[in-house]
C-alpha cells in the first residue's frame, strides 16, 4: 500500500496496463460524443463482430456475460424496429450506418457451464431462484454495454446510444421465442462535424466524489 | 447507410474517434485482466481523480450521471470496509494500492436542473414517482461502472472489480446519510506479472449475436 525501502522489487508488469495517450483518451472519453448523425460511409458486418470481440473482453460478475447484441442491418428489419421507438429517435435510426439493439439473457445461467464452470452450484441455484438471476442479468449488461461504448469508440466509430423506445414491444418482434430483454439501442458510424450537439455539463467532485 | 456515388461529399470527421493502435485496444480489452494482487506502489489521490475525470464523460441517459464513488484510502477505512466483504475479498481489498466503492446516488434527480436542464418536468416526475427514479439510478450507475472499469485500464492501471460485499452494511457505516447505494468494489493498482488468474472462456458469436 505504500512505498517503502524495505519493499521487495517489483516484478516487471505484463505488456499493459500502460496509460493511453492523450490521443487515445481523447477519442474514447474527453473529446467523445454521442453522434446523432453519421457519414454516409457503410459499417461492415466485420467491423460490428471486431466491436463485439473487443467489449466481450471486459469483466463481468463470475465471468456471467449475459449481454446479447442483435444487429439490425436490413431495410425491412431497421422498419420494424423504429416503429417502436420514440418519435425523435425514428429518423436518426433509420439512416444510421448500423444499429445495435443491447439486450441481457434471462436465461443466461444455462451458459455457466462454459463461463463459470468453478461454480459448480449456480446453475442449479439460478435455475430455482429468479430474483437474483434477473438481477445479476439486469446488472451485468448494463455494465456490458458501458464496455460497448468505448469498443464502438476504440475501434475508430461513433456511438448513438438511445433508452427511448418500448422494450416489450421489441423484444415480441425480434425475440419471440423470449429470453432476451431489450434495454439500449445504439447507432454507429463515422461521424461528421455536424453529428454533435452542444455537450451538457459533468457534475463537480464534490456532489459525486467521498474519500474516507 | 450505403455508399453511392451520389453521396454528398462528406466533412472531414472532428479528431477522433480514429481506430485505436493495437497496443491502446490490449491495454483496455484484449489484454488487460482482473488483477488480484498488486505491486507496492501507491496510487496517489490526483491520480484517483484522474480516473474519474476520464469515466465522467462517457454518456448516460439524459446526462443523468448517477454514479458515486467513495475512495477508500486510510486504513482504519478500510479495515471498516472489509468487514462487510466476502472472505475471499478481505486481504486483497486490505492490500490494495487503492480502493473504490462505486455506488448509485437514489436522489440524483435533484442534480437534474444541472445535468439535464432542457427537460424541465422530469425533476417533479422523478421525486413523485420512485420505481422508474430507481430504475435510472441502478441502470446507469452499473453502465458507468463499465466506464469506470476501462478508465482504470486508460489510466495505465490494473482493476479489480468485487461483488462479494454487504452492500447495505457498507451503505450503513459510509452512507449512513441515505440516499447513496454501493454496488461494486474496485480495487485499483499496478499488477504485477503474478497478479493474474487463468482467463475464463468467453462466449461464441452463435450464443450472443443476432443479425436482422
Redesign the interface.
Known sequence: ????AE??P????????????D??????????R?ANTF????VS?AEL?EI?D??????T???F?P?????????D?RE??VEHMSEGNKAKTL???AVAVLAH?RGFHE?LP????HLTGLPEFFAQNEAPRLDAA???G??????F???V???????G?M?GFDSAAIDAE?FPEGGWSS?LVVNIG?????S?RGR????E?E??????
Chains 1, 2 share one sequence.
Open positions: 500500500m505504500t512505498n517503502t519493499a521487495e517489483v516484478a516487471d508488469p505484463l505488456p499493459g496496463p500502460r496509460r493511453l495517450d490521443d487515445a483518451l481523447a477519442t474514447l472519453f474527453t473529446n467523445a454521442t457519414a454516409d460511409i457503410a458486418d463482430r463485439w473487443l467489449a466481450k473482453w471486459a469483466p460478475s463470475a465471468n456475460q449481454m446479447r447484441t442483435l444487429f439490425v442491418q436490413s431495410r428489419a420494424r424496429l439512416a444510421a450506418p439473457d451458459h462454459v463461463t463459470t464452470p439486469r446488472n451485468n448494463w455494465l456490458q454495454a458501458g464496455y461504448v468505448l469498443a469508440r476504440a475501434a475508430g466509430f461513433a456511438a446510444p433508452g425480434f434495454f463515422h461521424p461528421t462535424v455536424d454533435y451538457l455539463p459533468r457534475l467532485h456532489n459525486v466524489l467521498r474519500w474516507a
